[in-house]
């Protein structure tokens, strides 16, 4: 009787399903987060930076991916509701709204503008007005001192 009732419970036993669907909206509510703040569990040392870095780099493509398949799903949706350009025009709004902010530089980093640069540094290769002038005045390159 007790193997009866072993057997029966092996196979009546709740069973792993095939799709784990709390872990897959987890990750697309993870994905699809308006929110540009770092938490402070992204602050962490280098070194688990360094560790990290491949498998963010994969998963920073699959993310990618994800979101130019939903992207064009709902660009084909729109084009059968006749709102095709006023989505793209929307879609482009929004790509140039949230680069403005996406990423900061880092303190060693020079900014592109010289005013914001500790004494006015300018970057290597940038063309100034003291170079134009200098080339109408003098004449060759501005990379020869006179």
Same mark, same amino acid.
């Given at each position: 009787?007790?193997?009866?009732?072993?057997? &029966?419970?092996?196979?009546?036993?709740?069973?792993?399903?095939?799709?784990?669907?709390?872990?897959?909206?987890?990750?697309?509510?993870?994905?699809?987060? *308006?929110?540009?703040?770092?938490?402070?569990?992204? /602050? +962490? /040392?280098?070194?688990? @930076?360094?560790? +990290?870095?491949?498998?963010?780099?994969?998963?920073?493509?699959?993310?990618?991916?994800? /979101? *130019?398949?939903?992207?064009?799903?709902? &660009?084909?949706? &729109?084009?059968?509701?006749?709102?095709?350009?006023? =989505? &793209?025009?929307?879609?482009?709004? =929004?790509?140039?709204? !949230?680069?403005?902010?996406?990423?900061?530089?880092?303190?060693? @980093?020079?900014?592109? =503008?010289?005013? *914001?640069?500790?004494? *006015?540094? /300018?970057? @290597?290769?940038?063309? !100034?007005?003291?170079? =134009?002038?200098? +080339?109408?005045?003098?004449?060759?390159?501005?990379?020869?001192?006179?």
């Amino acid at each position: 009787m007790e193997a009866k009732l072993a057997e &029966f419970r092996k196979s009546h036993a709740p069973k792993k399903p095939l799709i784990n669907w709390h872990d897959i909206i987890t990750r697309l509510t993870s994905i699809f987060s *308006f929110s540009s703040k770092k938490s402070s569990e992204t /602050k +962490q /040392k280098n070194e688990d @930076q360094e560790e +990290q870095e491949g498998e963010e780099s994969e998963t920073n493509w699959q993310i990618i991916v994800i /979101k *130019f398949l939903v992207w064009l799903t709902l &660009f084909v949706i &729109f084009i059968r509701l006749e709102f095709g350009a006023v =989505y &793209f025009i929307i879609s482009l709004l =929004y790509i140039i709204w !949230s680069s403005l902010s996406s990423h900061r530089r880092r303190r060693d @980093q020079l900014s592109a =503008y010289s005013v *914001f640069n500790p004494n *006015f540094e /300018k970057l @290597q290769g940038t063309f !100034s007005a003291e170079d =134009y002038d200098r +080339q109408l005045r003098h004449g060759g390159s501005p990379f020869l001192s006179s």
